[in-house]
């Protein structure tokens, strides 16, 4: 997987965001925001990682269980590929 053309993160602080830009701005109005994790995953979608590669990273950055980890890579790749976001 692989983050689509036209979106880039930004941190400010402890906020980070996703930013649509050109004509992207059209399909998303407005940011979407990323937890600290989220951000995590964003940068390693950023570099192709599989879903299997993005329960490995959070698994060795928090102390969660592999079960929920996979859970939630699941339902963070489903609405980023609802929103366009992502390229298979």
Do not use: C, N
Not at 4 to 23: E, N
Not at 39 to 48: D, F, H, N, R, V
Not at 66 to 87: H, I, N, P, T, Y
């Amino acid at each position: 997987m692989k983050i689509a053309s036209g979106f880039v993160r930004r941190s400010v602080g402890d906020s980070h965001m996703v930013v649509p830009v050109g004509t992207r701005t059209r399909d998303i109005p407005g940011v979407i925001a990323l937890s600290e994790s989220g951000a995590l995953l964003w940068e390693k979608l950023e570099q192709g990682a599989t879903e299997d590669e993005l329960v490995e990273a959070l698994l060795a950055e928090y102390e969660v269980e592999r079960e929920q980890a996979e859970v939630d890579v699941k339902a963070f790749v489903a609405e980023l590929s609802d929103k366009g976001v992502l390229e298979e």
